[in-house]
């Protein structure tokens, strides 16, 4: 059973940056997939940016050249660095594991105002 858990969330300006974290249970080395999704209110939930396990990474189109996916798998850990934030990334953000099921964390909220 593969638990994670988000954090790093919260209320930023316009223009600012923040870095969410997610930690996982087990050895994140072997996931096959791992991803960062948001769900605005009233939308749909989407996939932000997604890495695999040789670390190759892809990012929806609206968060190209602002947003980094990356992970430390001594730490077991997964980072979104979010620059350029602007209100429409305003969302609950969600980390995503792929290993023998599919896994969500709980979600730490993302405010941006404008």
């Known amino acids: 059973q593969v638990q994670l858990v988000e954090s790093g969330g919260g209320l930023v300006q316009a223009g600012g940056s923040l870095r969410l974290s997610c930690a996982a249970s087990?050895?994140?080395?072997?996931?096959?997939?791992m991803a960062w999704y948001r769900q605005a209110p009233g939308k749909q939930r989407e996939l932000v940016a997604t890495?695999?396990?040789?670390?190759?990474?892809s990012y929806t189109d609206s968060v190209k050249g602002r947003f980094t996916i990356s992970r430390d798998n001594a730490e077991n850990r997964l980072y979104l660095q979010m620059n350029g934030l602007s209100p429409e990334d305003t969302a609950v953000y969600y980390c995503?594991?792929?290993?023998?099921?599919?896994?969500w964390g709980q979600g730490t909220q993302v405010t941006v105002s404008s």
């Open positions: 087990g050895n994140i080395f072997s996931y096959n997939r």
């Open positions: 995503y594991a792929f290993h023998l099921g599919v896994y």
């Open positions: 890495i695999t396990s040789g670390g190759s990474t």
